[in-house]
């Protein structure tokens, strides 16, 4: 498959970053996506934890990140809202590039058109200060819905520093189509991530984007003919929170190594 897989943080439910990597290597996958600290999201008991508190499990993270061969492909929980300025993000930012983190991703919490270009402006410069790159995630259900609307905010500010991350729910329920893929600059794809769903929704979008996607293959997106679209080698990050499975019992193993395998046959 010319498309490495990894394991998104909402994926695993409040796994601990270490075990995380672990079970990411382990199933042949070479990247997950990150946060600092443990999801509200823990269905299965996690014991809590904290990358911003606890210098040693910062340590043990990159002991497990290189003797793995994983990466960290997007720092995430970045995002913009009315309660925080950009500023106040810099302690995290230097959190994630000690760890090694490939890119920040940020997406708008709801903000006004403006505040969210100018905040996220402000976020993307401290990433390229420390050599990071940048994304910028969109949704129907923020302030930045498309991938046009996202694409005008890379442009705005500036092609050299920032990029779109391409969620395959959120660009196919916001009107996206496979041919948008195929036509975009491939430099301008910085991060991808992978799941089915229904076409059209039936209730609360954010409710559903957390814990109603489907294992690719499972919904009615066309998920082959968008992954073929893509720039080969691009790194796919599964995101697939299956709530009822880790509900039920199922160990997160045993799940995601399931949603894995599924996405390998559909991709094969």
């Known amino acids: 498959m010319p498309h490495p897989l990894g ?31 443990q999801l509200p999201m823990n269905p299965h008991d996690y014991r809590a934890w904290s990358l911003r508190e606890d210098a040693g499990l910062r340590a043990e993270l990159k002991a497990v990140l290189r003797d793995r061969g994983v990466a960290i492909s997007i720092g995430e929980g970045m995002g913009v809202s009315p309660e925080f300025d950009a500023s106040e993000r810099a302690a995290d930012m230097d959190i994630f590039a000690e760890l090694g983190a490939i890119r920040i991703n940020s997406v708008d919490m709801g903000v006004e058109r403006e505040r969210a270009l100018d905040q ?13 790159e ?7 259900a923020f302030t930045i819905r498309t991938l046009g609307e996202a694409l005008e905010a890379v442009r705005h500010i500036g092609e050299d520093k920032a990029s779109v991350l391409i ?27 992978l799941c089915d769903a229904q076409r059209k929704g039936t209730g609360n979008y954010l ?12 919904g009615d997106l066309p998920l082959r003919e968008f992954v073929d679209a893509l720039p080969r080698g691009k790194t796919l ?18 799940y995601v190594a399931e949603i894995a395998l599924k996405t390998r046959e559909l991709l094969a």
């Open 207 to 218: 409710q559903e984007a957390m814990t109603g996607r489907l294992i690719p293959g499972e």
């Open 237 to 254: 990050g599964l995101e697939v929170p299956l709530m009822a499975q880790a509900q039920s019992g199922q160990p997160a193993a045993e």
């Open 120 to 132: 996220l402006g402000k976020l993307a410069e401290m990433a390229h200060a420390r050599d990071m």
């Open 167 to 193: 969620d395959s729910m959120h660009f196919f329920r916001s009107g996206g189509t496979v041919r948008q893929i195929a036509e975009l600059d491939p430099a301008l794809i910085g991060h991808v991530q």
């Open 134 to 140: 940048f994304t910028i995630e969109f949704c129907p």
């Open 7 to 37: 394991i998104e943080l909402l994926t695993v439910l409040g796994m601990g970053p270490v075990d995380h990597v672990t079970l990411a290597a382990d199933l042949g996958c070479t990247a997950v996506s990150m946060g600092l600290t």
